[in-house]
């Protein structure tokens, strides 16, 4: 077999843009709308009252956006090579064996959230790992929630009531947390 070439400048710039415009585009269609149909019935009906709690307090979206991050990652999970022998918890790990981090699991750990199952558009502090963590840290993570302020701001501006009409198609993924398509109902203010 050949040896890797490096990727060029150009080629990088495109792989990133490609990713990040996924990313966005998959996240922010169904981060929100995702939330009715994935949660718990005492779930759904904080989600529903999201909205009018975001509309009223308007510096509440930050904390909302978070939230909504902790409680359903858009990426389930990467996966790191361990470089030497090492113990997480009580679990051994040999060098070379690979480690999946689920992002999920770790939003949920009792831990280090309290009532971790409950979603609080008031969390905070809210460390959620759906960004990643250490080195490779989300290069986009400010713009994604820039994003996501932008986007919910001008929804709620325009819109005073969303409703799902259909069941979600889910994509079929073990690492994206996406769905496909979701029919909902925009009431215009
Ligand atoms: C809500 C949207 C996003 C989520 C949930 C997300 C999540 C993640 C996660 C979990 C990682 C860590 C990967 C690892 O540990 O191996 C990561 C890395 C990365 N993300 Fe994002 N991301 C999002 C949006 C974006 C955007 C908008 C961009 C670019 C504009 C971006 C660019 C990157 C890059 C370049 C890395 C690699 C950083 C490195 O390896 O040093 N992401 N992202």
């Not at 790990?93 to 999946?100: A, F, N, Q, S």
């Amino acid at each position: 077999m050949s040896p890797p070439t490096p990727m060029t400048r150009e080629e990088l710039i495109e792989l990133a843009a490609l990713d990040a415009l996924g990313l966005l585009d998959e996240y922010e269609s169904a981060l929100f709308t995702r939330s009715f149909h994935h949660a718990p019935a005492a779930v759904q009906k904080e989600i529903k009252d999201l909205q009018a709690a975001v509309t009223a307090d308007p510096s509440l979206l930050p904390t909302a956006i978070e939230e909504m991050v902790r409680y359903w990652p858009p990426i389930h999970h990467f996966r790191r090579t361990a470089m030497r022998d090492v113990r997480i918890g009580d679990q051994e790990v040999k060098e070379g064996d690979k480690v999946l981090m689920w992002y999920p699991a770790a939003n949920r750990d009792e831990e280090m959230f309290s009532n971790p199952d409950v979603f609080d558009i008031r969390r905070d502090p809210n460390e959620h790992l759906s960004f990643g963590i250490g080195e490779h840290f989300c290069l986009g993570a400010s713009l994604a929630r820039l994003e996501l302020q932008i986007m919910f701001e001008e929804l709620f501006a325009k819109v005073s009531k969303i409703e799902p009409v259909a069941p979600p198609r889910r994509l079929r993924s073990n690492l994206i947390n996406g769905i496909k398509e979701m029919r909902v109902r925009l009431t215009p203010r």
